[in-house]
């Protein structure tokens, strides 16, 4: 294990080198506790470890960004009163670190993790962020800043509900290979764009390129989006929705 026990290093150990022993947090003494919690946390150090390889490790700056993101959230449990963010558990609440575990690793063993990250249209005109769900399950959000418009996401109904994300719009999307999509939008009802919208999203290690087909109610959201590996999802959550 420890994606969690060694808080302060990566890349992690594996469970088979972990000393419960030495656990201090409550976390820490919760995943040594806890068999489920166990196999969590040695499957998301075991996707961590993948996923700095990913792209022949062009991303492996942005991953590892990610994960102590992650990892500040976890930590933030046992220590709620040095931030004024709330934790995203109440300390000693299983079930809910159980489900913060799960969600993390479904996270990093989903396929779409890859393609995952904020890309900036060269234009200037709008970012599109992509949030990897589980299995080949990804979020995706295009803001476009002339018409204040989102359009997202490309995760089903289940993977919402597990999540707690909004689900913005009933897309269909079906993937074309590891890297390549296509994405019909719908608003809310499942009722498609009057104009039309069917894009078409290409994933490289270092941009997205958006071919649009329809008018998508006034959006322009086709474009070359480059990668900005600085950045992370979780830094437009507010300024978005």
């Not at 102590?68 to 809910?96: F, H, K, M, N, Q």
């Not at 992509?130 to 995760?155: C, F, H, P, Q």
């Not at 958006?210 to 959201?221: E, K, S, T, Y």
């Amino acid at each position: 294990m420890s994606t969690c026990l060694m808080l302060g290093n990566i890349p992690f150990a594996h469970a088979a080198s972990f000393d419960c022993d030495k656990s201090r947090t409550g976390v820490e003494k919760a995943i040594c506790s806890d068999s489920k919690l166990s196999e969590y946390d040695e499957r998301i150090a075991a996707a961590f470890k993948r996923a700095l390889g990913e792209w022949n490790g062009a991303i492996r700056n942005y991953v590892r960004d990610d994960q102590r993101r992650w990892l500040a959230e976890i930590r933030r449990i046992d220590t709620p009163a040095e931030s004024e963010i709330e934790p995203l558990c109440v300390a000693g609440d299983l079930p809910c670190l159980r489900r913060e575990l799960q969600l993390r690793m479904d996270t990093l063993e989903s396929s779409g993790y890859r393609n995952s990250g904020v890309y900036q249209r060269s234009d200037g005109g709008g970012n599109l962020l992509v949030t990897a769900i589980r299995n080949a399950d990804i979020r995706l959000r295009v803001y476009d800043r002339k018409t204040s418009k989102i359009l997202g996401s490309a995760e089903d109904e289940a993977a919402t509900q597990r999540s707690g994300l909004p689900q913005l719009q009933r897309d269909t999307f079906q993937w074309h290979g590891p890297d390549t999509f296509l994405v019909e939008a719908a608003d809310d009802t499942g009722t498609p764009a009057a104009d039309g919208c069917s894009l078409t999203v290409q994933f490289t290690e270092r941009a997205a390129t958006v071919l649009q087909q329809g008018g998508c109610n006034g959006a322009r959201l086709e474009g070359t989006y480059l990668r900005d590996l600085s950045d992370l999802p979780s830094n437009h959550e507010s300024s978005v929705d």
